[in-house]
């Protein structure tokens, strides 16, 4: 999909030849996958976005639809013509690589697989984000372990996808609820490339992580335990709880605890305004293309 001739216009910026600055801000928000891809593309444009998320099969778990090549030629067409790039598939949520039996890590193992070997073939040079997983009083040292040994398992050499681990708030035994817990695991991945970070504002703010009063503070923390260069999707939602509170629970943009100014700046930063953008806020379409536009409105205003 439009890997050479439709990204976002770009002009290199003056004191760093590397740095190629986005002239667009690339945004969207998490799409039902029941009518396929072509739908969520469309749906997507229809409300202003330039990507989109979804999930992989039901978040539930189950089976994966048939990928339809039909609709994937549809789909790549569409989305080369309409800019649509950068899109993040998300693994279920019952896929729990930390667990504590082998039932629940052989159906993370064989999910991951499956997903990343239909991500490759369907939508080459894209992104699989999932849940580190819950340790489930085994203590994070032991899920840390038996997340390493199944990623390290399911990533390829060959394998075009790029997998995130995203930033967890930290609710139960969820591992990921520190920089550093992230750090630990990308640290022990052969295959490192293709391992990357998906920083979710609702989850690392609910983790103690001011990204209100000192986001810069929050980033060079975040570049000494992981490397910014790991960092490839950002879930942008506001949160219903204080700092801290290790819950988890997603507010619109603006109506939550981190507020529109923060999350807005976090879309402006110049270390994180080229990145690709995910809302999953409690939303309807017509709220989420809302959001989206007050969001680029700010964005657009600030270059
Ligand atoms: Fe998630
Ligand atoms: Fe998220
Ligand atoms: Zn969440």
């Not at 550093?180 to 970070?197: C, T, W, Y």
């Not at 490397?227 to 949160?239: E, Q, V």
């Amino acid at each position: 999909m439009g890997q050479s001739n439709q990204q976002p216009e770009c002009n290199a910026a003056q004191d760093d030849g590397q740095l190629l600055q986005a002239q667009t801000l690339t945004i969207g928000c998490h799409l039902s996958s029941a009518k396929g891809y072509t739908a969520m593309a469309r749906t997507a444009v229809g409300i202003g976005a330039n990507t989109f998320q979804f999930f992989t099969r039901n978040p539930r778990g189950g089976k994966a639809k048939a990928l339809d090549p039909k609709d994937l030629e549809q789909f790549h067409t569409y989305a080369a013509d309409h800019g649509i790039t950068r899109i993040l598939a998300h693994a279920p949520y019952t896929l729990n690589a930390a667990g504590a039996s082998d039932k629940v890590r052989n159906f993370a193992q064989a999910t991951f697989e499956d997903d990343l070997c239909r991500m490759d073939q369907a939508t080459p040079h894209q992104m699989y984000n999932f849940h580190p997983g819950c340790h489930v009083k085994q203590g994070a040292e032991v899920g840390i372990d038996r997340i390493v040994e199944i990623v390290n398992r399911v990533v390829h050499e060959d394998q075009t996808t790029m997998v995130l681990l995203e930033t967890m708030a930290g609710k139960g035994t969820e591992v990921g609820r520190s920089f550093e817990e992230i750090a630990q695991i990308i640290d022990r991945i052969q295959l490192s490339d293709h391992i990357g970070v998906c920083l979710d504002t609702c989850h690392v703010w609910d983790a103690g992580y001011d990204i209100v009063n000192d986001l810069d503070g929050v980033l060079d923390a975040f570049d000494r335990t992981i490397g910014l260069d790991r960092l490839h999707a950002i879930h942008l939602n506001d949160s219903l709880n204080p700092r801290g509170s290790h819950k988890d629970r997603h507010a619109c943009i603006g109506e939550g605890t981190i507020g529109f100014d923060a999350l807005s700046a976090v879309t402006r930063h110049p270390r994180l305004r080229s990145l690709p953008f995910y809302l999953e806020t409690p939303n309807d379409l017509d709220g989420y293309a809302q959001e989206i536009a007050r969001l680029r409105a700010a964005w657009d205003n600030a270059l």
